[in-house]
């Protein structure tokens, strides 16, 4: 396992440099792919004044890295970088073990800065393909992730997903020195910033589809409430504040309704709020506890958690109110169900023996798979293709983020540098 | 001085009963005996209005306050327990909370105008939005209790907080069972 505990990005010591807000991410890739693939990513050559505001070859590289598909060179190990395209030697990147190869260069024009950029097989000798990605200079690291998406793409067909970004709960402090902050960073946990800040719990981030807002539970009148936040502008308006509690937004595909638990007749039952007029309709309709709604791919189907059989376990039910039918049946719990972007496997939280642990429920031929060790991992977020998911867990008692590969071999932990952080909620393409 | 004057004042009271019983004049043996009972217990009454009125000046409370403590603040009494603890994944009272239950309950029921917050807690093992969920039956199954012994629904607010207020913090049995609760808050006291 040649990536297992060899590789640590302090992207925080980059921030903090920077000077930025928020609760600054380490990601470390605590375990690999034995079959990763090997990549050389030479320096982007600066063709301006002075030094290029970012170093987009490494961030490319550690974007590559930290999807645990691939082994990604060390620089010391390239060779020079080709002048150009044309000047592509095949040998010279199979003799240090590269199956792959990105070269680029920044060059300035006008307001903008080109990066271009072209990606090798060098197994097969063939280049892949050449792009152009024009950035304003302040957004070099933006252009970065979107180098990455391609790269990713090209070499595994599927896409990528690190020009996404992650929303989190930050928690630092105890007893009344407790605050909570709701973040946004890139995917890589660069690039922090604090959205709102509270001195009561914030919990349930959820992105609407358009990617342009969050909704989440506050407590800042001391109850529950929905709030929906303009991710831009900073606007925020309530949805939710009935009697009771106010919980678990989420929205539908088509970004126009929300689903949510309220309690507000007594029990917590699933609703769907029409988000324009605020009308509400009532999706079921049980004693017991219906929580933690996730909507299909298709819009056409909620999942959702339920006690009704005396534990927890995650139910399916076809709007606008068909019967509810029970989908898990190993371990002791379920709960948390998210979808996966194709609409065909779930990803929630099995409670048994070892705990909480994240698992993988395939929707049609009903597998389950355990994708985490726990003890106590909770909170699970797919990445917007689906290649990994999000996580909350703990470390020495710390609540910290991990991820996880979809197939369950890649690990890697995002920890805060001070405090905790949870509920991680990757953000829309 | 006050002390005398009330003294005064009891004895013109039986000089003026004494004036009244004169026309009778043949007053009974039986009646003069009733009269001084009625006298000893007159005495006593106001001794103990006296001891509690100087007792009330002493904690400097004025003279026409209610003058007993607020047993909420009395640390002896049940009412000074305010957390109810709960099993794994369970929303019923366990009976050992019973009476200090109770003793709210009545408390609520004699002071109409006092009101509580029943905030629900859970432990880290469940899922966030169920453990909301959770809280929230906990601080029910309370509320329940407290109706049932005179507390109005109107003096009750039933808040859950899930597991996002632990008071202990390790990942242990002992602080799980800790951080399952419900609290009793006195928002409003008599």
Redesign the interface.
């Known amino acids: 396992m040649k990536l297992r505990n060899l590789q640590v990005w302090l992207f925080g010591l980059l921030l903090l440099a920077a000077g930025q807000a928020g609760a600054v991410l380490e990601v470390t890739v605590t375990e690999g792919v034995t079959g990763a693939i090997p990549v050389a990513v030479t320096p982007f050559t600066w063709e301006g004044d002075g030094a290029p505001a970012e170093d987009v070859g490494r961030i490319v590289g550690a974007n590559l890295a930290r999807s645990g598909l691939f082994e990604v060179l060390g620089r010391e190990r390239l060779a020079d970088s080709p002048a150009g395209p044309d000047d592509f030697l095949s040998e010279q990147w199979a003799a240090i073990g590269a199956e792959y190869l990105v070269i680029g260069r920044l060059r300035p024009d006008g307001e903008r800065v080109l990066i271009e950029f072209h990606v090798f097989d060098v197994l097969a000798n063939q280049r892949l393909g050449g792009f152009r990605i024009p950035v304003p200079p302040e957004m070099l690291r933006r252009g970065a992730h979107r180098v990455s998406d391609i790269v990713y793409e090209q070499i595994t067909g599927d896409r990528g997903a690190f020009s996404a970004r992650i929303a989190y709960v930050g928690v630092t402090g105890r007893g009344d020195e407790r605050r909570f902050t709701l973040e946004v960073a890139d995917s890589d946990g660069a690039n922090p910033r604090t959205l709102f800040r509270s001195a009561e719990p914030l919990m349930s981030p959820a992105w609407s589809p358009d990617g342009r807002y969050l909704v989440y539970v506050s407590f800042e009148n001391r109850r529950s409430e929905v709030f929906r936040h303009n991710v831009e502008t900073g606007a925020r308006d309530r949805l939710a504040s009935y009697p009771g509690i106010n919980s678990a937004p989420a929205w539908s595909p088509d970004g126009r309704r929300l689903a949510m638990s309220l309690s507000r007749d007594g029990t917590p039952n699933i609703y769907i709020m029409d988000i324009d007029t605020g009308a509400l309709t009532q999706v079921t309709r049980s004693n017991a506890i219906d929580t933690e709604p996730a909507w299909s791919a298709d819009g056409e189907t909620l999942y959702f958690t339920s006690d009704r059989a005396g534990s927890p376990q995650i139910y399916e039910m076809r709007l606008p109110g068909g019967t509810a039918r029970r989908l898990t049946f190993e371990g002791s719990s379920a709960g948390a169900a998210q979808v996966s972007p194709d609409g065909k496997s779930l990803v929630y939280v099995r409670g048994g023996d070892g705990g909480l642990r994240i698992a993988r429920l395939d929707l049609e031929t009903r597998q389950g798979t355990l994708l985490t060790r726990g003890p106590l991992d909770k909170s699970p977020s797919f990445a917007p293709n689906g290649s990994m998911v999000l996580y909350s867990t703990t470390e020495r008692g710390r609540g910290i983020l991990g991820s996880v590969s979809r197939d369950g071999r890649v690990h890697q932990r995002l920890a805060a540098r001070t405090g905790e952080v949870r509920e991680p909620a990757w953000s829309p393409l | 001085m006050n002390a005398m004057l009330r003294w005064g004042l009891i004895f013109v009271l039986i000089g003026l009963l004494a004036a009244c019983a004169q026309p009778t004049r043949d007053v009974s043996e039986a009646e003069r005996q009733a009269a001084e009972v009625a006298a000893a217990e007159a005495e006593a009454e106001a001794e103990a209005a006296e001891r509690a009125r100087r007792e009330a000046e002493a904690r400097g409370l004025g003279v026409d306050r209610d003058l007993s403590v607020d047993p909420l603040d009395d640390p002896d009494s049940l009412l000074a327990e305010r957390l109810v603890y709960f099993d794994f994944?369970r929303d019923a009272v366990r009976s050992e909370f019973i009476p200090m239950l109770e003793a709210h309950a009545r408390y609520l029921s004699r002071n109409p105008d006092a009101r509580l917050r029943l905030e629900g807690h859970t432990d880290?093992?469940?899922?966030?939005?169920?453990n909301?969920?959770?809280g929230?039956?906990r601080a029910?199954s309370v509320r329940r209790i407290m109706n049932l012994n005179g507390a109005r629904d109107t003096q009750l607010e039933?808040?859950?907080?899930?597991e996002?207020?632990p008071v202990a913090?390790?990942?242990t049995e002992e602080a799980w069972a800790r951080n399952r609760r419900v609290e009793l808050v006195y928002e409003v006291r008599r």
């Open positions: 994944d880290e093992r469940g899922t966030r939005e169920y909301l969920a959770l929230e039956r029910q039933v808040i859950s907080y899930g996002e207020m913090f390790t990942q």
